[in-house]
């Protein structure tokens, strides 16, 4: 029997070609963590966005229920990680770990039965809709306006979507400025997404969204906290725009509870957060149960396969940090071109594969 041989996690620290922020944080590097498992002769290929601390809890305390199971038994190796994590918490640096090994043992999977990832989980679908993001609250409108045009008419992507609820929500007179800002930018035929990241209370959210609709915004991404799902709920009652959230969601309790508040108008799922692909179609199934569409948060190259396999898929976000990191740092990423983006069929996997000599000069934390 074929069985997993070695699991391998590094973490890579990126800078931001420019200061950025939305609604409730600032930042100026995003985080990389690359996880790698090992059987016969294939290596599978993983990642998450989360503190450097997630490399060394996946080559360590999650190498040890990993190394020496089946690499075609998915669900057990997964259900076992889960269980070592118990008192270490779901969530958080253990949830992104476990998520980062989950996506290597599917890509590894692939890879030893030597067929594309897409073809695997079965696709639902040839191309995945995706959305422009980025518009950070530290832009000017020079800036702004520049990303906006690359996406819409250099691109040609007809969706795009841009932070507000600058500094906790305490300055919507610019939140309506940038929001106009956008919507001349790419004119009228393309569709205008805002995200508050949590900004704002819920009836300053409700007074918002009612000024928004002079320029047609359609999506209308965390107003409150996720943590508060009667203000979702408010919000999206009183809102024509449609609410989403979900991007922190850890495991099916968290999506199935935000579901069944009506919180949301489509559950927003990220793979690198919520258990790897594994998490992420459970979610979907959650979502579908209660006839709602799901969209896929950031990690645009990594959602590709499972969100092409995904019938009650909406789109995944083509976010400009995570584009910028994946294309630099990984072999075989997509193209947007057209507003859809293509999973890989050509080869085994997910068909992405490290760039170590450029991933080097960023390392921080040494492979496990």
């Known amino acids: 029997m074929t069985s997993i041989r070695a699991v391998r996690a590094a973490a890579y620290r990126i800078p931001a070609d420019l200061p950025e922020a939305d609604g409730t944080l600032a930042w100026d590097a995003t985080t990389l963590v690359v996880a790698e498992a090992d059987a016969g002769d294939a290596v599978g290929l993983g990642w998450t966005y989360a503190p450097a601390a997630a490399a060394s809890f996946a080559a360590g305390t999650l190498a040890g229920v990993v190394t020496g199971a089946d690499p075609f038994d998915i669900p057990a190796v997964w259900t076992a990680m889960v269980r070592r994590v118990r008192n270490a918490g779901r969530s958080g640096v253990a949830g992104y770990a476990i998520s980062a090994v989950d996506v290597a043992l599917w890509d590894l999977k692939a890879r030893l039965l030597g067929t594309p990832l897409v073809r695997l989980f079965g696709a639902a679908r040839a191309e995945v809709p995706v959305y422009g993001s980025g518009g950070f609250t530290t832009y ?119 579901c069944e508040a009506g919180a949301v108008d489509c559950l927003q799922i990220d793979a690198t957060r919520c258990g790897g692909y594994t998490g992420w179609f459970g979610a979907a199934a959650v979502a579908a149960g209660r006839h709602l569409p799901v969209s896929a948060h950031c990690a645009p190259n990594l959602h590709l396969p499972a969100a092409a396999a995904t019938p009650n898929l909406r789109h995944i976000e083509w976010f400009h940090d995570h584009v910028r990191i994946e294309t630099e740092l990984f072999a075989g990423a997509a193209d947007p071109a057209g507003g859809l983006a293509r999973p890989r069929t050509d080869v085994p996997g997910h068909g992405l594969e490290l760039r170590r000599d450029a991933a080097e000069r960023h390392r921080v934390a040494p492979a496990g």
Not at 151 to 164: E, F, M
């Open 140 to 258: 000017d409108d020079e800036t702004t306006a520049a990303q906006l045009r690359h996406w819409v008419h250099g691109q040609g992507i007809p969706r795009v979507k841009i932070k507000i609820g600058e500094s906790w929500g305490s300055e919507p007179a610019r939140d309506l400025h940038r929001i106009a800002l956008a919507r001349r930018v790419i004119g009228d035929d393309a569709e205008l997404y805002v995200d508050a990241n949590g900004g704002y209370g819920a009836k300053q959210a409700v007074r918002l969204e009612r000024r928004m609709r002079d320029h047609g915004v359609r999506w209308f991404e965390e107003p409150v906290s996720s943590d508060d799902l009667e203000g979702l709920r408010l919000v999206r009652s009183r809102s024509e725009a449609d609410v989403a959230a979900g991007e922190y969601g850890g495991d099916l309790g968290y999506f199935t509870r935000m």
